[in-house]
């Protein structure tokens, strides 16, 4: 490749490929994310997956102060020379999954961005502790698969729509800014990535506790995507027989065909039938 950075930081490590280790080595594609991240230096980023501190740099470089969290302490030497002159990145090593990224930003202020090339095998995991985090971040770029990326802009009715598509857009406006293709990593991996961009909704109170009761209901409707909506909602709505009639009920109220299949509820529908489900079960 002819626009490759980072092999020399890199060289002689060794990754692990059970943590889902895939170094950036593309200066395009690493300007691309830089770009959609319209980074100032009063930014404080996050970034998950510091990995050998290539998009840590880069993130230091234009930000104010970037925390860069790691699971793999054997890539710490790589990262204290990839970062050899900067005051303004903390790295913290251990499991991103485990953390609480609220403490590890609270120390900066409230206005956080998050840049990160996630690990592959917990992408989805990690996605959905993000938006759950508060403050919620003011913009998120993310490298991710590009199968992920698409199931979280995806629209109601297609095959990628579920559970990951409901939650990023009730927190968040969603787009992808780009493709980056394997041969962008080192390690090449076996699929593309795209680079998903996320700005936060601003919710009240109110609709935050209705976003987490759409959630819910989301997870209960999409694990039985292949059942009718009256099917699907009895058991939520009574574990006699008459969750049926009560799910009769609710989908009547709303004006829902209960021979839709969940996959075509959009998030209107979605949080109109979330809204008043109390209402209908037993």
């Not at 020399?8 to 300007?31: D, F, W």
Request: aromatic share 4%.
């Amino acid at each position: 490749m002819g626009d490759t950075k980072g092999e020399g930081i890199h060289s002689g490590v060794r990754l692990k490929h059970g943590l889902g280790q895939h170094i950036l080595v593309s200066r395009t594609a690493l300007e691309r994310i830089l770009g959609a991240a319209q980074l100032s230096v009063s930014d404080l980023v996050l970034e998950i997956g510091a990995g050998t501190g290539v998009l840590t740099r880069a993130l230091a470089e234009r930000a104010g102060h970037v925390v860069g969290v790691e699971i793999d302490v054997g890539l710490k030497s790589a990262l204290e020379r990839a970062l050899s002159g900067l005051s303004n990145v903390q790295i913290v090593f251990g499991d991103a999954l485990d953390m609480d990224f609220s403490e590890l930003i609270r120390p900066f202020g409230s206005a956080w961005k998050c840049v990160s090339n996630l690990p592959y095998y917990v992408t989805s995991p990690l996605l959905f502790k993000l938006l759950d985090t508060r403050p919620i971040f003011r913009r998120a770029v993310l490298l991710v698969q590009k199968e992920v990326a698409h199931r979280a802009v995806a629209e109601p009715g297609s095959k990628r729509y579920g559970l990951l598509s409901v939650s990023v857009q009730l927190r968040s406006k969603a787009h992808i800014a780009g493709v980056v293709p394997a041969g962008a990593f080192r390690p090449v991996p076996e699929v593309d990535s795209a680079i998903l961009v996320l700005e936060p909704r601003e919710l009240t109170p109110e609709e935050e506790l209705l976003t987490k009761k759409v959630t819910r209901l989301a997870r209960v409707l999409f694990n039985q995507r292949r059942k009718t909506l009256i099917n699907a909602l009895a058991p939520a709505l009574s574990e006699t027989a008459d969750g049926k009639k009560l799910a009769h009920e609710l989908l009547r109220y709303c004006h829902i065909d209960p021979m839709r299949r969940p996959e075509t509820l959009s998030l209107e529908e979605l949080s109109l039938l979330s809204g008043r489900l109390e209402h209908f079960s037993s």
